[in-house]
């Protein structure tokens, strides 16, 4: 029997430090002989790389982004990581719909009974039946104050189309963030992202250790 795969996404405002983490756990994971995919959202197929150039670089309202997004979703989903979790893998991606429930419904302020409404026809594998929805086994929050978060996007490169959005802009996705977290405590684990990179890194290491993914 196939051993069951487990999905985790990494999460939080841009400029919170999460990216840097990600390769991190997939070589401590394939260490103790886990097979591993990496990928990101919005992204993680051709189709879905060609929506993610729109989403970030071409202007547009505040559905037609998430109608993007979560069409990027259903390709990444029904491409990569639902057969990667058949296998057996472990999956860790770069943003999930949480981001979603953060940048279009926090930061743009989309209605929420929008994106979840989205939420259960893009992550049904069955649609429209709507058996299971797939969502991350475990979730890290990347939790970083947006000024500092600023900062640090100055420092490292050239702004994206959300990036050079204003600090109430962040300040919302962080709140929205927060509330999503708030819903779904058994699934989140809140990273405090201004510590140093090694502490960082051991809270990490010490959420996925407490599942039993790490000895």
Do not use: C
């Amino acid at each position: 029997m196939t051993e069951q795969g487990v999905f985790i996404s990494f999460e939080g405002i841009d400029g919170a430090g999460k990216s840097s983490h990600i390769d991190n756990l997939a070589e401590r994971l394939r260490g103790v002989g886990r097979h591993v995919t990496v990928t990101r959202e919005p992204g993680g197929t051709p189709l879905a790389e060609e929506l993610r150039g729109l989403v970030l670089n071409r202007p547009m309202d505040g559905l037609t982004e998430a109608l993007l997004v979560f069409a990027a979703r259903r390709d990444h989903l029904m491409t990569v990581i639902t057969p990667a979790l058949a296998r057996g893998e472990m999956v860790l991606t770069d943003r999930f719909t949480d981001s979603s429930f953060a940048y279009q419904g926090g930061g743009q302020g989309l209605s929420l009974s929008i994106l979840q409404q989205l939420e259960g026809w893009v992550q049904s594998p069955d649609m429209p039946e709507h058996s299971v929805m797939v969502q991350p086994d475990l979730t890290l929050w990347f939790d970083l104050a947006p000024a500092l978060a600023a900062q640090r996007l100055a420092l490292a490169r050239s702004p994206d189309r959300f990036e050079s959005r204003g600090k109430d802009f962040f300040v919302r996705v962080r709140d929205a963030y927060a509330a999503r977290a708030a819903q779904a405590p058994g699934r989140f684990v809140r990273i405090e992202a201004e510590a140093g990179r090694d502490l960082v890194w051991r809270s990490v290491e010490l959420a996925v250790q407490a599942r039993g993914w790490l000895p």
